[in-house]
């Protein structure tokens, strides 16, 4: 047994409920990307539903619109600001491109990850900051990378159930300037401190500090149940799967590649110009960078070293950004004379091992929103899943496509089958255009939304993974066409 064996069967070795390597990697053989069959069409047998999704005595609920300001490599541009900032610069350019009166929106809610300390409802501090009324109600979620999705589906229960016709969603996340505490045992001191009443008392708390309490906490990157990082777990998977590197690199080079194109041709349409204060207006994504296989073979392991196969090349970056949807009942969008772009038709959460399945959520939750809708994969138009990792979207991808994963570790008897690569992140994904925790579940949305009326789809579905293994999240989305409502 040769050294790198020997390692990708270490790398395996913590999937305690997965074969061992070695039938895994019979089932799940490496092929190059470019030429996987199973990756490259969906199935033939499937055929195409004319369904409609309109369901009675429920309010339709659309998207009129979305934005987003540019999606930037944390450490730029933003780098001076605070999260309701951005999210007030999301929030105004919402209100721009779509007219719509701040006094007709009856509720905002926002996600965000890491809480800055001085705004924990973010969302309430940029609402104000836009000029909302203080009588409109608003709160923050959060869901780890889904949170704007959470912010979404909640705005829909919101109008769902009557409680409202028009709602804000969106999300924000400022990694430059993330909270860093004191020790444990300096805030503890401090807080004495302040209790102390008397020169003895203070003296006493004093005398108890020692030069170790001033080693800072910083955020913890690893994840609380299982204390491993998101990216030892993508390298993990990967291995399962048994994805090589090369695969991993050409999948984050077509993210690339396709987000390029996308700028280029002015796809990118949910992008808004945030003039940042003191520093020039900012017009697109500063994190799309086509490079070349041969570059990015050259970078080393992030996570599992030496022999792990997950690198800053093939890895979403760390991201400033905001993004905002407005959201209404039907009936309200049309009376005030807007012409929708989508439906929100369903949604799906489902939750998971967080030690071995982390990034599986998407796998898991398709074929439970499809089979909710009463579609297949073959109704699916336009196809967009946030991409944490090359390595987590090509072993959702392999697991999508296998009746044996779908009977061993899913209970059903035969797979959902994979979404081709031609309907698949047409426009780049979060490699590619960045992933600001809290808002990358709008720009799919959006993504998915703008993607159905230039391509002329009819339906298109969303797909997150998250931190903690809770939750898988899918949103069905529907063309704004009136065949369809």
């Keep these: 047994m040769n050294q790198n064996f020997k390692m990708t069967s270490l790398l395996t070795y913590t999937f305690k409920n997965l074969p061992s390597t070695s039938k895994w990697a019979l089932r799940f053989c490496v092929r190059p990307l470019s030429s996987s069959s199973q990756l490259q069409a969906a199935a033939a047998s499937q055929t195409k539903s004319k369904k409609t999704l309109a369901k009675p005595n429920i309010r339709n609920i659309v998207v009129v619109d979305g934005v987003r300001i540019p999606f930037l490599l944390s450490g730029t541009s933003y780098k001076d600001l605070m999260p309701h900032d951005l999210a007030r610069a999301a929030l105004l350019g919402l209100l721009h491109q779509t007219s719509v009166p701040k006094d007709v929106v009856d509720y905002i809610v926002f996600g965000t990850v890491i809480q800055e300390v001085k705004t924990s409802n973010v969302a309430r501090e940029a609402a104000l900051g836009a000029g909302f009324s203080d009588k ?17 589906t909640t705005a829909v229960g919101l109008i769902a159930s009557g409680q409202c016709d028009v709602v804000v969603a969106g999300g924000v996340e400022l990694m430059s300037d993330v909270p860093i505490r004191h020790s444990r045992k300096m805030r503890k001191m401090m807080l004495d401190l302040n209790k102390a009443k008397t020169l003895a008392q203070r003296l006493s708390v004093i005398s108890k500090f020692r030069l170790n309490f001033l080693s800072p906490e910083l955020p913890a990157v690893s994840e609380f149940s299982t204390s491993e990082t998101m990216g030892h777990s993508a390298d993990r998977l990967a291995a399962a799967f048994a994805i090589s590197r090369e695969e991993q690199d050409e999948y984050a080079l077509r993210s690339h ?49 030496p ?50 399945q982390l990034l599986l959520g998407p796998t898991y939750a398709t074929p439970k929103v499809l089979e909710k809708a009463g579609l297949t994969m073959n109704d699916i138009d336009a196809f967009e899943f946030h991409e944490a990792f090359s390595g987590q979207i090509l072993a959702n991808l392999k697991a999508m496509d296998s009746d044996w994963f779908a009977q061993n570790y899913m209970g059903r008897k035969a797979k959902v089958g994979s979404p081709p690569l031609e309907k698949f992140n047409n426009w780049g994904g979060s490699l590619s255009l960045g992933h600001p925790f809290g808002a990358t579940g709008c720009r799919l949305v959006m993504a998915a939304a703008n993607r159905l009326r230039k391509e002329g789809g009819q339906y298109g579905l969303v797909a997150a993974c998250a931190a903690g293994g809770q939750v898988g999240h899918r949103s069905l989305i529907g063309a704004s066409r009136k065949l369809f409502s």
């Design 136 to 152: 409109t109600p608003a709160h923050t979620v959060t869901m780890a990378c889904i949170s704007s999705n959470q912010a979404m």
């Design 257 to 305: 590649s396709l987000a390029k194109r996308a700028q280029d041709e002015g796809l990118l349409s949910d992008i808004v110009p945030f003039k940042v204060p003191g520093r020039d207006t900012v017009t697109q994504d500063n994190g799309i960078r086509p490079s070349s296989l041969d570059q990015m073979a050259k970078l080393k392991p992030a996570f599992i070293k």
């Design 307 to 356: 022999y792990g196969t997950v690198t800053a090349a093939n890895s979403s970056f760390l991201t400033d950004g905001a993004s905002a949807v407005l959201i209404m009942a039907e009936e309200k969008a049309l009376a005030m004379g807007y012409k929708p772009k989508a439906y929100l038709r369903d949604f799906m959460y489902v939750s998971q091992d967080p030690k071995d």
